[in-house]
């Protein structure tokens, strides 16, 4: 019962999707970060369903690459884009840290903003085009990016440090009163394995691509959160899980264009 609420937690906090409303405790919330890759794994299957329909009535990339690349901020309410958004102001603001977390905290979104999210979608649109025109076989293990990039969001969530305990990314840590949170952490490495075992048995090259790119910004999002920030918050890993979705699909959009060169 306390993974089923968990489970509800995660896809209630993390998604627009309907689920059971009950009161949420301490002990079901250390759990729910780890179900957090079940919407990423909602919104690859969407991603390749979508494709395939669209495929089979031969629709224009023209259509076919807004609609995909709507489907996650549809699924997710746009609460990473959000985070996206907001760290883009703090990280431009050239500010101390205590006044960058400032801004994070401010529900106002500055210029820098609306031009890194201008710029991100561009890059995006033009990099999912590409994959889609010149290698669109890639699409299906391209849907599993997006289960591992909220695996590892989770992780970081149970293993970096917290900027500050008062926000609700700290609830989700279980870290409150016992200052880790090993079973989660255990269900998130697990998770991980069995996933890059099964992207790699599927598509060798790709995955490794895939796999490659995330763990690129994973790693600089550590250096920079802890850095710049003191920590994460929700927002910065928002500001990560788009940042791993963005250059894992630009990753294979190089990859589909080195094969014609």
């Known amino acids: 019962m306390i993974f089923i609420k968990a489970l509800c937690i995660a896809v ?11 009161e949420w405790k301490e002990k ?9 890759p079940v919407i990423g794994a909602v919104i690859g299957t969407a991603e390749y369903l979508f494709f395939r329909a ?25 609460i990473h884009l959000d985070g996206y958004m907001d760290t883009s102001d703090a990280l431009s603001s050239y500010m101390d840290r205590e006044k960058r977390l400032e801004i994070l905290k401010d529900p106002h979104i500055g210029a820098y903003a609306v031009i890194r999210t201008v710029i991100y979608t561009e890059i995006f649109v033009a990099a999912l085009a590409a994959v889609l025109h010149f290698s ?20 970081s969530v149970v293993t970096f440090s917290c900027a500050n305990r008062e926000g609700t990314l700290y609830s989700f840590s279980g870290k ?3 200052g880790s ?21 599927f598509d060798l090259r790709s995955s490794l691509i895939i796999i490659g790119s995330e763990l690129a910004v994973f790693i600089y999002y550590r250096y920079k959160s802890a850095k710049v920030f003191g920590g994460i918050t929700g927002d910065l890993a928002g500001w990560f899980l788009c940042l791993a979705e ?16």
């Not at 079901?28 to 957090?36: N, Q, T």
Request: proline share 6%.
């Open 176 to 178: 409150k009163g016992i």
């Open 28 to 36: 079901e919330m250390r759990y729910a970060i780890a179900f957090f």
């Open 246 to 261: 963005l250059w894992m699909t630009v990753a294979l959009a190089v990859a589909a264009l080195t094969e014609l060169i």
């Open 136 to 155: 669109p076989g890639m699409i299906c293990i391209w849907a599993f990016g997006f289960v591992l990039s909220r695996m590892l969001s989770a992780l």
């Open 12 to 22: 209630s906090m993390y998604s627009k999707i309907p689920v059971f409303q009950f």
């Open 54 to 78: 669209l495929s089979t009535v031969d629709a224009p990339l023209l259509i076919t690459v807004p609609v995909m690349c709507a489907i996650p901020l549809i699924i997710t309410g746009g």
């Open 181 to 201: 949170n090993k079973p989660a952490l255990i269900i998130i490495i697990c998770e991980i394995i069995a996933l890059a075992v099964s992207m790699i048995l």
